[in-house]
């Protein structure tokens, strides 16, 4: 049986415990592996680099993609994703605190599949989280991995 995982790739300490703070609360199940900027995420999911050995029977049901990240920005990530094969169909929901309407164009046009401003108040914040682990996590129907 396969293992799903949440892929939180973000930067900033203090987001990232809020991240999991909001997804503890509401009893997200799934386990969450965080990587702290875009290169590491790349690595993780193409299971390379520092991640070359990592547990492959590891799915990520979803990527929750910071913007403004070190080394790799998010936006690069994610056209890297859209592009390989075997990760052109990963859901990807950007999670950022970018108010740029060029950064929601961007997102959309490489193929994010959401895009969620995350709210300054926690109680919006846990709630945003809630609806995201209830559709992407329970309700979304995936498509069978491709070889």
Do not use: C
């Amino acid at each position: 049986m396969q293992n799903k995982v949440i892929l939180l790739v973000e930067d900033n300490p203090n987001d990232e415990a809020l991240t999991l703070r909001a997804l503890g609360k509401n009893n997200i199940a799934n386990g969450i592996m965080v990587v702290r900027d875009g290169a590491e995420a790349l690595d993780f999911v193409f299971a390379r680099g520092a991640h070359a050995g990592r547990d492959r029977s590891l799915v990520i049901s979803v990527v929750l993609l910071d913007l403004k990240l070190p080394k790799v920005d998010g936006l690069e990530v994610l056209r890297i994703l859209r592009e390989a094969k075997e990760t052109r169909l990963l859901p990807i929901v950007i999670l950022t605190s970018s108010k740029e309407e060029q950064d929601l164009i961007q997102g959309y046009s490489l193929g994010a599949n959401s895009y969620i401003r995350k709210p300054v108040d926690f109680g919006q914040f846990s709630e945003a989280v809630r609806q995201l682990g209830l559709y992407w996590l329970v309700l979304n129907e995936r498509p069978p991995q491709e070889r």
